[in-house]
């Protein structure tokens, strides 16, 4: 897809904002701990390889990706730090995950079997750099039991160029205020860290729920993602422990206004209607910005007034009714503030019954994204 550099709508990212909130977690680190900027899926949708600068900066010490070929993104950039891919990779890429210095989440015995038989083919012995996930009852990927466990690090042992560089587990609840199910999985974490005969350059554990309510947990590095945006991993359900602030904005600008006579119809379905002579706007947004159909109705901000979406959000555009005349070309926004008024993304989460990760990952390369 194309990015829309000619049109006004624009997710405009605030990188003091970026660094303050990875400054802030880096001060709070004890100093054998490391932050390691998680920056999958573009940075969740601010732009991945300018977020990885900008966190380097604030002191980020290395960097986790969903996939190889984000992590690729980060090497072609020209990031030198340590690249954790936090997923499994298929072992016809080992190639790649040496030729790039990259470590992989390794989760079963069978890719490691596979992945020996790969490496001995090959000429190339730089070490493949693994970090061994541990389910403790995320139930997505890793060892289940510290049997299991063992004999992945003896298999790492016994294989190489084979580098065992890191052991690290996933909470499922750590954003939630019932921390039941988090004392259950890390002690399951602690039955395997019991039975090693030693430990690994990384044992990380945190994410950034993990890293703001469970302080004194083990690891000596951090995946710090969300916290990098300023959004709260728990939506409402917990206080940040220090400021967050959120770093994107969402803008666009009106490119029609018009007096429409009260009983006619707005947008597709033909949905809405006019109940008197309203003055709706036009916004140059819509699903294909992954600015979804679920939000019709959802206020935007217009010289500090809210204005709500009315009829369907179109592929490419969206209708707003107006409180009065507005001249063509003012300002929209969709997130962030206006005037008096904001909108969060936790706002948008909150109408469309999501998440604020997905709100974000869902803006689509069609938005330019403007760093200031
Ligand atoms: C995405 C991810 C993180 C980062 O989580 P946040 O909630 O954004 O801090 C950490 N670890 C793993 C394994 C992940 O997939």
Redesign the pocket.
């Given at each position: 897809m194309v990015v829309g550099i000619h049109r006004p709508t624009q997710a405009i990212v605030n990188t003091q904002a970026i660094y303050h909130n990875v400054a802030s977690e880096v001060a709070l680190l004890d100093k054998h701990t490391e932050l390691f900027a998680?920056v999958?899926a573009n940075g969740?949708g601010h732009g991945a390889v300018k977020v990885a600068e900008v966190a380097r900066k604030a002191g980020a010490k290395g960097f986790?990706v969903?996939t190889l070929d984000e992590a690729i993104e980060l090497r072609e950039a020209g990031v030198v730090e340590p690249i954790l891919i936090?997923?499994v990779v298929s072992t016809l890429n080992i190639p790649l995950l040496l030729a790039y210095d990259l470590s992989v989440?390794v989760a079963t015995q069978e890719w490691l079997v596979t992945a020996s038989e790969v490496l001995s083919e090959l000429e190339e012995k730089k070490p493949l750099k693994l970090h061994i996930?541990v389910d403790t009852g995320m139930g997505r990927i890793g060892f289940r039991s510290p049997v299991e466990v063992l004999e992945a690090v003896q298999w790492i042992e016994d294989h190489k160029p084979m580098m065992w560089e890191g052991l690290?587990t996933?909470f499922s609840t750590?954003?939630e205020a019932d921390d039941t199910y988090y004392h259950k999985q890390s002690k399951r974490f602690d039955e395997v860290l019991e039975v090693l005969p030693q430990l690994p350059r990384y044992v990380h554990v945190?994410?950034?729920?993990?890293?703001l309510w469970h302080k004194k947990y083990k690891g000596n590095m951090v995946?710090?993602?969300?916290?990098?945006y300023g959004l709260n991993?728990s939506g409402k359900a917990l206080e940040e422990t220090y400021e967050l602030q959120p770093a994107l904005s969402l803008v666009s600008e009106l490119i029609q206004v018009k007096l429409v006579p009260k009983g006619e119809s707005i947008g597709y379905g033909a949905t809405y209607t006019t109940t008197t002579d309203e003055w709706i706007g036009t916004i140059p947004i819509g699903y294909a910005d992954g600015w979804i159909r679920k939000l019709q109705g959802f206020e935007l901000l217009v010289n500090g007034k809210r204005c709500p979406i009315v009829g369907r959000v179109c592929m490419d555009q969206l209708m707003i009714r107006l409180p009065e005349e507005v001249p063509l070309n003012t300002l929209v926004t969709l997130v962030g503030k206006n005037g008096e008024e904001q909108n969060s993304l936790q706002d948008v989460a909150d109408y469309v019954e999501s998440i604020h990760?997905e709100v974000v990952c869902l803006l689509s390369e069609r938005v330019p994204r403007i760093y200031i």
């Open positions: 998680v999958k969740y986790c969903a936090l997923s989440a996930k690290f996933h750590a954003d945190s994410n950034t729920a993990t890293s995946r710090f993602g969300i916290g990098i991993p990760y």
